[in-house]
């Protein structure tokens, strides 16, 4: 694996937990909705896509370094 690679998918976690920590920062402790409107779910929906999205390519990644690493 290059450096280059190794530097963008450090960035790329780096900006995965930056964003994350700061969703949890920023969300209410409590929910006061009593009504979900129709973009809700949808916002719902992406946020389910988007999480198999990363989990995919995340674990695509780590069998990779790990098939790397035994093949040394």
Do not use: E
Request: charged fraction near 15%.
């Amino acid at each position: 694996m290059s450096n280059a690679s190794r530097y963008y998918k450090k960035s790329f976690i780096i900006t995965v937990c930056f964003f994350s920590v700061g969703a949890l920062i920023l969300m209410p402790h409590v929910a006061h909705a009593g009504y979900l409107d129709p973009g809700s779910g949808s916002t719902v929906v992406q946020w389910i896509i988007a999480s198999v999205a990363v989990f995919s390519r995340i674990k695509k990644s780590v069998v990779q370094s790990i098939k790397t690493m035994v093949r040394k």
